[in-house]
């Protein structure tokens, strides 16, 4: 099976600071990746889809890239509001893995 | 307006047997695979199980596999999850959510999750 590994587990940012998060998959999956967000005690909030395709309603300071196995999530200028834990997932073939989650915090 | 919403979770006993349901409004619904994705407390979110908009696919992960069931009933806009031989591992929120389109890929329609604790 394909593995999906973020970089960093967690991180802490200031306001207004441009934050970038990680995803690897262990195989190429070609642009089939989507990104989560997730407030605390929240339920999961889709952001993207196809690597880099804004979902309806993200703000867009939220941004995504990459293809093949290396993906980015950014935010281009952080918000109190995005503090969140972020997921990737692979899309694409069984199973519809998860990456561990990063989470982000305001410093 | 779209709707998600699940339901049937509780306190099962290991071994024990539970059914999770999903009801969804707001959108056609057999245009759509329907998934289950759980969050073990504290932990990251894992994909379960999923089922096409037409219901003849339906697909485990290998965790859940011979004791999980998936179906769905189009007429009722209604996806069931029937969980069986639970394990203390099975412990999470268990989220309904829709795919894209008619074939699993991306979870686009989220609810807000029901709580299955399996424990003495």
């Known amino acids: 099976d394909i593995q999906m590994t973020q970089s960093p587990s967690s991180l802490s940012a200031s306001v207004g600071d441009r934050v970038t998060i990680s995803c690897r998959a262990s195989q190429g999956i070609s642009n089939y990746l989507a990104w989560y967000q997730q407030k605390p005690g929240g339920v999961p909030k889709l952001l993207i889809y196809s690597a880099s395709t804004l979902h309806t309603g993200v703000p867009s300071r939220f941004s995504g890239s990459g293809s093949g196995t290396d993906f980015t999530l950014t935010i281009s200028s952080l918000q109190p509001e995005d503090v969140a834990t972020y997921y990737c997932q692979k899309s694409n073939i069984l199973p519809f893995t998860f990456g561990g989650g990063t989470k982000v915090e305001i410093k | 307006e779209v709707q998600v919403l699940e339901s049937g979770g509780g306190l099962v006993q290991p071994g024990g047997s539970l059914r999770l349901s999903c009801a969804a409004s707001?959108?056609?619904?057999?245009?759509?695979?329907m998934n289950w994705v759980r969050q073990a407390p504290g932990k990251g979110l894992e994909w379960v199980s999923g089922?096409?908009?037409?219901?003849?696919?339906?697909y485990y992960a290998d965790s859940v596999k011979g004791r999980f069931s998936i179906s769905r009933d189009n007429s009722k806009n209604t996806v069931s999850l029937q969980m069986s031989s639970l394990r203390a591992e099975d412990t999470a929120m268990y989220y309904c959510?829709?795919?894209?389109?008619?074939?699993?890929?991306?979870?686009?329609?989220w609810g807000q999750g029901t709580l299955v604790t399996v424990s003495s």
């Open positions: 707001g959108f056609i619904f057999s245009n759509y695979a």
């Open positions: 959510a829709s795919s894209s389109g008619r074939y699993i890929d991306y979870f686009e329609k």
């Open positions: 089922i096409s908009g037409s219901g003849g696919s339906t």
